[in-house]
């Protein structure tokens, strides 16, 4: 009832360093992760939290160790109706929107969970998402590069973005997209 979440620097294709490590417990009314250096779970690098228990357009405050915010996320939910759309913001940097880049794949997964029995299985073709910035410009991807265990590569393409808020995304895209 728990998912674990290991993050590494690429190492030409490869898992490098772990940089980040996190579990979520499943079915809580009101989410909260925190994000460790490593699987000791002695130091906080950042965490995401929920503002609200039950708002579909609610947003997640991203904070440091101490606290300070880092950024924050949200879901829109208006658009995520046919094809899911995150906003992600980083005070005095800006904003950036991320949706599924395939928007057939992206609707072919929401006619699955209405499937009886079928749409219990996790969906079985890869998605990916995309963030830019207001004018187009590439901020980071997000790619699943896996379907039994989720792997993904999040290359990021705008060297000003704080890579914890990149990570808080990556991980709530995984962790809250399929509810």
Do not use: C
Request: hydrophobic letters at 40%; aromatic letters at 12%.
């Amino acid at each position: 009832m728990t998912n674990r979440y290991e993050v590494f620097v690429d190492d030409n294709g490869e898992p490098g360093e772990l940089v980040g490590f996190a579990e979520q417990k499943k079915f809580k009314i009101k989410e909260r992760i925190t994000v460790y250096t490593d699987s000791s779970k002695s130091q906080v690098l950042f965490e995401f939290n929920a503002r609200k228990a039950l708002d579909l357009g609610s947003g997640y405050d991203v904070t440091d160790a101490n606290g300070q915010l880092i950024g924050l996320f949200r879901k829109d939910f208006a658009k995520s109706l046919l094809r899911s759309t995150w906003h992600l913001e980083q005070p005095g940097w800006g904003k950036t929107t991320g949706a599924e880049r395939n928007k057939w794949f992206a609707g072919v997964r929401r006619l699955w969970q209405w499937i009886p029995i079928v749409g219990e299985a996790p969906f079985p073709m890869r998605y990916h998402f995309d963030f830019t910035t207001e004018n187009g410009a590439p901020v980071f991807s997000v790619d699943k590069k896996t379907w039994v265990r989720d792997h993904y590569l999040v290359p990021i393409q705008d060297p000003g973005v704080d890579r914890r808020l990149v990570v808080a995304q990556a991980v709530a895209l995984d962790a809250l997209q399929s509810r």
